[in-house]
């Protein structure tokens, strides 16, 4: 098996790091960490205009570069060596990845946005009583109308003050610790 890069994940990794190296000093993240809203919006808009990141995994069809998880790791590795702050984690990989497979109908529109650096997503999933453990589930989502109505406590939502949407965990159905609900 050959685990070498494309030549096309190799431009990936080589114009994110260029763009990092050029843009993201230790002083500049330190200081967009002291402002708000900890982390800098220029920046953000350079990952989905100029680099195209936002887009990495994510079809053409749906307005992204149609790559995937290795494209993902290659510019989440490049990302690390730089202690970026910027919402790439919970926004593209797990709120846009959420949200391919989800069947929402609304999901295209919303990966559009997040490709277009508009929608930021934070992932609420922590209870207080979970520690960790994802079937650990106190909140409930009832429906109501159209809509659900949630009820319950989430703990440390990295990214929720400046988050346009949240992903929420919650039961529709069985108990606490049940695996389906």
Excluded: C
Excluded at 34 to 60: D, Q, T
Excluded at 81 to 100: D, M
Excluded at 114 to 141: H, S, V
Aim: aromatic share 10%; hydrophobic share 40%; charged share 20%.
């Amino acid at each position: 098996m050959d685990f070498s890069f494309t030549e096309e994940q190799s431009m990936l990794r080589d114009t994110v790091a260029s763009y990092l190296a050029d843009n993201y000093s230790f002083e500049q993240r330190r200081d967009a960490l002291k402002a708000e809203p900890g982390w800098r919006p220029a920046v953000w808009k350079a990952f989905a205009e100029e680099l195209g990141i936002l887009g990495a995994p994510f079809s053409e069809e749906l307005g992204g570069l149609g790559g995937g998880s290795t494209d993902n790791m290659v510019i989440m590795e490049e990302l690390g060596k730089s202690l970026v702050v910027e919402p790439y984690l919970g926004t593209v990989v797990i709120g846009g990845g959420f949200l391919k497979h989800s069947g929402y109908a609304g999901a295209a529109d919303m990966i559009a946005s997040i490709i277009g650096g508009e929608t930021i997503i934070a992932f609420a999933y922590a209870e207080p009583q979970a520690r960790y453990t994802w079937q650990d589930l106190k909140t409930t989502a009832k429906k109501d109308g159209a809509g659900y109505v949630l009820s319950g406590h989430k703990a440390v939502v990295i990214g929720a003050p400046y988050a346009t949407h949240l992903i929420v965990t919650a039961r529709t159905g069985g108990g606490q610790r049940d695996a389906e609900g």
